[in-house]
């Protein structure tokens, strides 16, 4: 059973940091593109980062210079590290997987085929 589970959200201060996990099993990330999405409440789901096969990465204007994503192949794993984090980052944020061979990420959350449920970051004073 393909499957990915996020875990990592909690609350945290602005200006603080969190990093969050995408576990993947079922399957290799090796020919897998690795997305973060979140969504906050009353808004539609938005994209955060996407780290593929090809070595690209993503990142959504909003988040450039405070998040890095990264992925440890060997423990099936992809890490979004989040920095600086601001009260309009509060949301729950998901990972998703899309096979895609040797290639880039695709675009839109349409795109992907495995959610995960999903961990929540807020962010608050």
């Known amino acids: 059973q393909l499957q990915v589970v996020e875990s990592g959200g909690g609350l945290v201060q602005p200006g603080g940091s969190l990093r969050l996990s995408c576990a993947a099993s079922g399957f290799t990330l090796d020919y897998y593109a690795i997305g973060w999405f979140r969504q906050a409440p009353g808004k539609e789901r938005e994209g955060v980062s996407c780290s593929s096969t090809d070595r690209t990465i993503y990142y959504s204007d909003f988040v450039k210079g405070r998040f890095t994503i990264s992925r440890d192949n060997a423990k099936n794993t992809v890490y979004l590290e989040m920095n600086s984090l601001k009260p309009e980052d509060t949301g729950v944020y998901y990972c998703?997987?899309?096979?895609?061979?040797?290639?880039?990420?695709?675009?839109?959350?349409?795109?992907?085929?495995?959610w995960g449920r999903g961990t929540q970051v807020t962010v608050s004073s």
């Open positions: 998703a997987a899309v096979e895609t061979g040797w290639g880039t990420c695709p675009p839109g959350p349409q795109s992907y085929d495995y």
